[in-house]
């Protein structure tokens, strides 16, 4: 709700400056959605990476946060229902068995 409300505001101010002009919110919305979407797929693999080939760890224990950003955003937009199902079905669960190697917390 307070991204939500900051976003707001900041669509208002786009729009009272004239420097977005005939976007409605809710495709605003979808544009930040799947803007960050692909920024947060994009972090699974560099914090990941980050561990396997530089043996850096400090990222992995906000992966699991990074997961629930993505499944929250991605339950929102039917378009990426296929991706979900095989997100959910194959990704989540090779997460979940790194993660536990690692002993970082589980997706709740």
């Keep these: 709700p307070l991204v939500q409300s900051w976003l707001a505001t900041y669509f208002e101010d786009l729009n009272k400056d004239a420097r977005l002009s005939g976007v409605d919110f809710p495709t605003f919305l979808r544009w930040f959605d799947e803007v960050g979407l692909q920024r947060h797929l994009k972090v699974l693999g560099i914090f990941s ?60």
Excluded: T
Excluded at 65 to 70: F, M, N, S, T
Excluded at 75 to 99: G, K, M
């Design 49 to 108: 990476r980050l561990k396997i080939r530089d043996g850096k760890q400090g990222y992995l224990k906000d992966m699991p946060r990074v997961v629930r950003y993505i499944q929250e955003i991605m339950i929102d937009y039917p378009q990426y229902r296929e991706f979900n199902d095989l997100f959910i079905s194959q990704i989540v669960p090779a997460l979940e068995a790194f993660w536990s190697k690692e002993g970082i917390a589980q997706v709740a």
